[in-house]
């Protein structure tokens, strides 16, 4: 966690964001950048983020559709996301991006 000022709900969200593997982190942060509920949006990240994820799973390389209801751990989390006020959304989709980054770096 890179941010000081995180409060309770966001700090468990990414503790928990940061357990998953690299796939689920990626269809996490589409389904939050295509989401009508989270106000962040960024066109651009999107794309890369859609990029990332043809070359780490088979699946989504076929059908470039993303159905959270395959994957009930992360449609959760989105639920918990959108429950977040419109500053909290930011800080976690900063830290995702972040994580994000982070695990490229390696």
């Known amino acids: 966690m890179i941010l000081k000022c995180n409060n309770e709900k966001v700090v468990n969200l990414v503790k928990y964001f940061e357990t998953l593997d690299f796939a689920d982190k990626l269809r996490l942060s589409i389904d939050m950048l295509e989401s009508y509920h989270v106000k962040v949006k960024n066109d651009n990240v ?37 429950e977040l006020t419109e500053k909290e959304q930011n800080i976690f989709v900063f830290e995702v991006f972040y994580n994000i980054y982070k695990v490229l770096q390696k």
């Open 46 to 82: 999107l794309e890369i983020l859609k990029k990332l994820l043809c070359a780490v799973d088979e699946q989504y390389n076929k059908t470039k559709f993303l159905n959270l209801l395959n994957y009930k751990h992360l449609l959760i989390t989105s639920a918990q996301v959108m």
